[in-house]
């Protein structure tokens, strides 16, 4: 009935294009090819993120105060709970740097849609997503190659143990899955999930203004209200979803690393 309603009352969804603002140095003919708000936000997480750090960390204490804990305890998460679980003792001090540096880009990146007036969670772009799975593919394929050499290409494809006969069918599959879907999979996650979030928002809050200044029907504006209420839940729960999708991106970061370091023992 309330879709009917809306349907004909000429009620126009949000768009993707509707969340973004137009582009600040505009470059080419067609939308998202100049320098926009979404790389604005990039460089900003980049400076906002450095300029923490270095203010909580700049008088360090041995009885931290509460910027200096809050600097280590994230620190402290993305060194013992990622790089030591997954890299393992041996391997882990290097990574931190890298791992740290994902997980609070992409965790400050996924906030910025939360954040009023910006609202825009700058991983909702597919190009962005692509670009740090593409650097973290990168880096993956350098490790198994500067600590195996070239044979590394060979353990990553051909799984010890099996059958020789079978390998003709389990390599292809292998070389699809570890180069193609793997960075695929690693970037899209994180993309789908910033843009549903985002878009559901958007719809609700649409929804909720439309419904209460373009409709007569009391129970219609009431419907509103309760669309605005249930999106208060909604807020907190994309909250959620930004800090696991960081996580979740930093964890396989670390554990693609790893694979590449101990291709041998596989």
Not at 105 to 117: K, M, R, S
């Amino acid at each position: 009935m309330l879709t009917l309603v809306l349907a004909n009352a000429s009620f126009v969804p949000p768009t993707i294009s509707d969340g973004h603002l137009p582009e600040i140095f505009p470059w080419g003919a067609e939308y998202g090819t100049g320098f926009g708000k979404q790389m604005l936000l990039v460089l900003l997480s980049v400076v906002l993120i450095t300029a923490f750090f270095a203010w909580a960390m700049r008088r360090p204490r041995l009885v931290p105060g509460k910027a200096q804990w809050l600097a280590e305890s994230g620190y402290s998460f993305v060194r013992n709970d990622i790089a030591k679980d997954i890299l393992g003792e041996k391997n882990f001090k290097q990574w931190v740097p890298l791992l740290f540096a994902i997980f609070f880009f992409v965790l400050l990146n996924n906030l910025f849609g939360a954040i009023p007036v910006l609202q825009l969670p700058t991983f909702s772009h597919a190009g962005a997503a692509y670009g740090l799975a593409l650097i973290v593919y990168a880096i993956w394929i350098g490790v198994g190659i500067k600590r195996h050499g070239v044979r590394y290409l060979k353990l990553a494809v051909v799984p010890s143990g099996v059958p020789g006969w079978i390998l003709p069918l389990l390599v292809p599959l292998e070389i699809i899955s570890n180069f193609i879907v793997r960075p695929l999979t690693h970037s899209l996650r994180l993309m789908a999930t910033m843009l549903s979030g985002h878009m559901i928002v958007m719809l609700a809050g649409a929804g909720a203004a439309y419904l209460i200044t373009q409709t007569d029907s009391l129970a219609l504006q009431g419907t509103g209200i309760l669309v605005i209420l249930g999106s208060v839940a909604l807020y907190f729960l994309e909250l959620l979803i930004m800090y696991l999708q960081a996580f979740v991106f930093t964890l396989l970061t670390a554990i693609y690393i790893q694979g590449a370091i101990d291709a041998n023992d596989h």
